[in-house]
């Protein structure tokens, strides 16, 4: 199949058209803060503003509250309801490359490692159409991770801006058989191609903050009981948990109970390593001091995660660095590693 195209003015009518199919998700702003959220069926106005969401699209696949189960306390003891099957076709538009490799990083844990019965369902009916970047952030790395900012094999579908239209690539299977049965889409020319390819170029060497991973691999464990190097790094964090919960692929959860007069429900939410009162396993969080808690982060990403699963799990988004609010750099800290212990 050939690439296809179709112009900016349509996207509105593309996105009503996949509306009566999937519940699609958009980028979208309530009170300054920028998310994925269902589409409204009004325009595509986001086009106008959108560089990429404050909070990542995880929460589309793993909520930051959700029920695990019901349950009802009688004489005989508990009565336990599972929550309905999520099983419904949903499709989120405008997918950065670097959100759409992260929910790749978070399948490790949430299918690979443990088949999670909540990501999954939504996590299998959850279609791709990605977005080339064509202004990275400042605080954007993305490349440093073998990521691409307008090119992805994590979606199903990806569009280039090509000025008045839209580039539009096939990637997967089912992204294929969407665009086959999509109207308003026509063929791409080689002009079309050749522009898009120009777009893709220009936009990767927009993205300008590096870091060297192969040197952080060998520098990471090495220092792992270097204190003097994690007290430095974590003196100016405030510990507020906001670069876990707004990073893509951070999964860490907290499981509570909540009961009223006989009835309640189990709600799993989103942790933070970054938290003084995270993981207070039988007695204590081990991880008391505020160095080990950063420490902990940073070894989790570059080095944990890639010796479970061989992935960094980190997709250089930058969200960290741009939404802490003392400045903490993840890549700074990263290229300070020092080379003798
Ligand atoms: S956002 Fe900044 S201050 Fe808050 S926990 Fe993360 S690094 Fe620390
Ligand atoms: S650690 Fe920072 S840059 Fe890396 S994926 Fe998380 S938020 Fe993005």
């Known amino acids: 199949m050939t690439n296809k195209k179709i112009t900016k003015k349509d996207i509105a009518k593309l996105l009503s058209q996949w509306s009566r199919e999937f519940t699609v998700f958009v980028p979208s702003m309530e009170s300054g803060v920028a ?50 099957s999520d099983e419904h076709k949903q499709l989120i538009f405008g997918i950065r490359p670097c959100d759409a490799r992260a929910l790749n990083i978070l399948d490790a844990p949430f299918k690979d490692a443990y088949e999670d019965p909540y990501y999954l369902p939504k996590r299998r009916n959850t279609v791709l159409v990605g977005l080339g970047c064509t202004k990275p952030c400042d605080s954007c790395f993305c490349t440093s991770l073998g990521i691409s900012p307008s090119e992805s094999t994590d979606v199903d579908i990806m569009l280039t801006d090509i000025g008045n239209q839209f580039l539009i690539e096939p990637v997967s299977e089912a992204g294929k058989e969407l665009i086959d049965t999509t109207s308003r889409v026509e063929e791409a020319t080689e002009t079309d191609e050749a522009r898009a390819k120009e777009v893709k170029e220009a936009s990767y060497h927009k993205v300008t903050r590096k870091i060297d991973t192969e040197d952080i691999k060998k520098k990471l464990l090495p220092n792992f009981d270097n204190q003097n190097y994690w007290e430095k790094i974590a003196a100016k964090c405030v510990s507020c948990g906001i670069c876990t919960f707004l990073c893509p692929t951070c999964y860490c959860f ?13 709600f799993r939410s989103w942790d933070s390593c970054a938290f003084p009162i995270y993981t207070k396993m039988p007695m204590e969080n081990p991880r008391e001091e505020k160095w080990r808690r950063v420490r902990q982060k940073v070894n989790h990403k570059y080095g944990f995660h890639p010796m ?16 802490c609010p003392v400045n903490w750099d993840i890549t700074q800290a990263l290229n300070s590693l020092p080379a003798k212990v």
């Open 35 to 84: 998310a994925m959220a269902r589409w409204d069926g009004k325009d595509a106005g986001f086009l106008d503003w959108y560089r990429n969401t404050i909070v990542s699209p995880k929460s589309i696949v793993f909520p930051d509250l959700e029920e695990m189960f019901s349950f009802q306390k009688d004489k005989e003891g508990y009565h336990i309801e599972l929550p309905a």
């Open 254 to 266: 907290d499981i509570n109970d909540e009961l009223v007069k006989g009835q309640g429900a189990r």
């Open 308 to 323: 479970n699963f061989d992935i960094i799990a980190c997709t250089g988004c930058g969200r960290c660095i741009r939404l």
